[in-house]
Structures are given as structure tokens and as C-alpha cells.
């Protein structure tokens, strides 16, 4: 495991901890699936806010916003991992 896998590993857990759930995906159409699998299928549901983050790099602002911001157990997070243009 690398230093980055082992500070996303680590952050991932923290994240978790508080309540938010994470998918982290290696290409779109991961993202795609990821983000309609948390839609609601209830009409009762009230919502709640998916955030994709692209880039391991952008994972601790992120982390930082939903922990400031949100109510952490209404967020899901969708990582999606560096992806060569």
C-alpha cells in the first residue's frame, strides 16, 4: 500500500465514522451507477446530497465542506480515482 492509499484509506475511515457513506470508482460510469443507486425510490424520502469528487487530491476539501457544512449522515460521497485524459 502506498502513502496515498494509506491517507485515503485513513481519510475514507474518518469519513465513515461520521456517518457519510463513500463509493470510490475508478472511471464514470462507476459514478453514473454509484450516484442513481442513491436516488430515492420512496416518495416519502427528503433528500439528501451525493458529491463526486474527482481526484484524490481534492478529498480532503471536500471531507472538510461535508464536515462543516452538512449533516454528515445525509451525505453520500462518490470518489472517483485520477483518471488519465
Known amino acids: 500500500m502506498t502513502h496515498d492509499d494509506e491517507t485515503l484509506a485513513a481519510a475514507i475511515v474518518a469519513l465513515e465514522e461520521r456517518g457519510v457513506g463513500i463509493d470510490v470508482v475508478d472511471d464514470f460510469e462507476a459514478v453514473r451507477s454509484a450516484v442513481l443507486a442513491r436516488l430515492p425510490h420512496d416518495a416519502d424520502w427528503d433528500g439528501?446530497?451525493?458529491?463526486?469528487?474527482?481526484?484524490t487530491q481534492k478529498l480532503e476539501a471536500a471531507a472538510a465542506r461535508i464536515l462543516q457544512k452538512e449533516d454528515p449522515r445525509r451525505v453520500h460521497l462518490v470518489l472517483v480515482r485520477e483518471i488519465a485524459a
Do not use: E, L, P, S
Not at 48 to 55: D, E, F, P, R, Y
Open 48 to 55: 439528501a446530497n451525493v458529491i463526486v469528487v474527482v481526484g
